[in-house]
């Protein structure tokens, strides 16, 4: 984000953003979806869970669940930024240090100026 954005403040916006923010809703969600879906089998079954153990299960699979996928973020984020860094650094850093000037051609030749003749 710092190479791609105009300022640091943008560069920094961009990153909590697409690091933290849009990956916290949508881990949210997926906790919150895969909690019922794992615990629904044993509350159907009805067999030998008692309400206290569920309960239990209930407040602990949810934060389980949380910090697996947080942790498989940050893996695949620390992955993929190394990735970078390794292919593409010093390509797109390297015009932001030394920006690359146009040469201009040289200059044309002045054509000769005809000799001037003088009246008669």
């Given at each position: 984000?710092?190479?791609?954005?105009?300022?640091?403040?943008?560069?920094?916006?961009?990153?909590?953003?697409?690091?933290?923010?849009?990956?916290w809703?949508?881990?949210?969600?997926?906790s919150?979806?895969?909690?019922?879906?794992?615990?629904?089998?044993?509350?159907?079954?009805?067999?030998?869970?008692?309400?206290a153990?569920?309960?239990?299960?209930?407040?602990?699979?949810?934060?389980?669940?949380?910090?697996?996928?947080?942790?498989?973020?940050d893996?695949?984020?620390?992955?993929?930024?190394?990735r970078?860094?390794?292919?593409?650094?010093?390509?797109?850093?390297?015009?932001?240090?030394?920006?690359?000037?146009?040469?201009?051609?040289?200059?044309l030749?002045?054509?000769?100026v005809?000799?001037?003749?003088?009246?008669?």
């Amino acid at each position: 984000m710092g190479l791609n954005s105009k300022s640091t403040n943008l560069a920094t916006l961009k990153t909590i953003l697409c690091v933290q923010i849009i990956p916290w809703f949508a881990l949210t969600f997926a906790s919150m979806l895969a909690v019922p879906l794992l615990l629904l089998p044993v509350m159907l079954k009805g067999g030998g869970a008692a309400p206290a153990q569920m309960m239990f299960w209930y407040m602990l699979l949810p934060s389980a669940i949380m910090t697996a996928l947080c942790l498989a973020k940050d893996g695949a984020f620390w992955l993929w930024a190394r990735r970078k860094l390794y292919s593409e650094f010093r390509e797109r850093a390297a015009p932001a240090v030394i920006p690359v000037r146009p040469t201009l051609p040289p200059p044309l030749p002045r054509p000769a100026v005809p000799p001037v003749i003088a009246p008669t």
